[in-house]
């Protein structure tokens, strides 16, 4: 196990290096100046210059990434040049409403997941299963985004339901000591800022989380059908279970690897989903920052919050990897 | 009150597809195990042997479809059985031994839990005491160290000590009637040997009826007091197993018997027996597939 998360470190750590260096180059050949977004029409060249040289900007691609790479191992990401703040501090204090975020829509995609492809199984060659198949190919169709546009449309303006911006009602009076919202509320016992952390969170968490529910849906319901056939559901049968038993604890933990390895592919644009879900809820993490950032050509903002990125990404295939482990015995001790 | 465990009566299965039937996969077949005693059943690949314990148990594809007879087991009617209650005699009543013990365990569960759950299940004993009874049952069948193999996952165990455990279990509620379908044929040669001596301990310490479905008439004359020899879905020859040995009345059996390997003679005098069961079957199977085709 010591020898296993060695040398992932080492894996994550020759990623880290090689996202910064493209990022780094292809922000600055992309067209878009960050000094033009912020200096007034008609300042003099010889200001623009000086701003130029304040930021460094005016040094090689390669001069700028040593001096930029040689802060980061610091742990020092420089200073956003739009909103004037430390990277890793505006960064630290939006990355929890994301991670809340991509949770709960994780969570929700796999309990969806898991109880239609069950149902499905139950159901298997009957009338109900094609309404869970068919069902669940048009959900597969529809991309995140699509969902959240409808949810607001049909509970927030039809039927308005639930508030369709922000984290949180701002006149909630209630002292966060992190920015963990959901997990501080829950541990504090407080159930009307949790029910207020609710009405605003389900609709952007499942908007987020329905493609992926989709996705595991039918992965699982394929593994599945195949594992129901197997000699030992047979023996379970034999020893006179139920269905419903066999499928759920016989089955389902040999069917999950497949899925969990698709569950981890996905995640990735789950998280990638963040950035389009929280602009559209107006969410306060560090997505909805991201496009502010792009829109500002905000250049350290911007490496900041992609090697942000690239570090959720290590640790979740870490994760999903340990798991395999969890649901297979034979990959234990190995 | 009789001392019959099983008694099929008459069995029928054919092939089906749609509202159309097809070729009969048993025919007319009868059979009847007593209380205690070990019935072979032997018969080619292909000859319905293990049909026949698939329609015992209701497990039968569903492209199969007994049309006539009866399977009557402790007084109920198994045919046509209301799943419900089905459950409620299997793994109680009657169970199974598989005939792969490497792919009948789970490979995510742990052996104790695999033992346990059918005593949970039929005799409501609480975690503990089945867990006891499980330990007993391993020791039963000669596995040392016991309480460590509970804990292990079916990958860590050979073969031999998984169809232990598997008779093990099939024993575990005290079932009138077990299944052996093929249970040594999967295993190394050394192995089967002692895997039959066990299942023959078991049975004369438990005092259950077993149908042992093989194709090695050499193990029904060992093991069985009375057997039924099956070919081509039908029962060609059925009685004590003395007397069938000693004056084998079907031209089949008498080529059965001719065809077991036998250490005082030399391999190539290895006779086949004659005629092609798989030929037959698919001469129906074809039959059957030009009628399917009529009907479309």
Redesign the interface.
Known sequence: MGAFLLRRAVEAALTLIGVAIVVFVLVRVVPGDPIAMMISPGASEADIQALRALYGLDKSILAQFFIWAGHAVTGDFGTSISLRQNVVSLILSRLPATLELAAAATALAVALGVVFAVLGIMWSRRFPEKIIDGFNGVVLAIPDFIWALAFILLFGVLFPLAPISGRIDPRIEFEFVTNFYFVEALLRGEIAVLADLFAHGWMPALALGLPLAAIITRVLKGSLDQAMV???V?????????RLRIVVG?AL??AAIPALTITGVQFTFLVGGTVLIEKIFSYPGIGNLAIDAVINRDLPLIQGLIVTFAVIFIFVNLSVDMMYAL????LRHG | MSNTVLTIANLHAELRAGRKTGPGILRNVSLTVHQGEMHGLVGESGAGKSMIARAILGILPRSILISDGSIDCLGRQMVGLADSDRRKILGRDISLIPQDPLTALNPARRIGAQMTDVMRLHLGWSRARAHDAALALLNEVHIRDAEAVLRRYPHELSGGMRQRVLIATAFACEPKLIIADEPTTALDVTVQKQILRLLREMQNRHGTAILLVTHDLGVVAKMCRSLSVIHSGMIVEQGEVSDIVTRPEHAFTRALFAATPRYDRPADALSPVPGEVVRELEEKAATFDRARAGLS
């Open positions: 197997e000699d030992y047979t023996m379970a049968r034999v020893k006179g279970f139920g016989e933990q040999n649901l297979n015995p034979r």
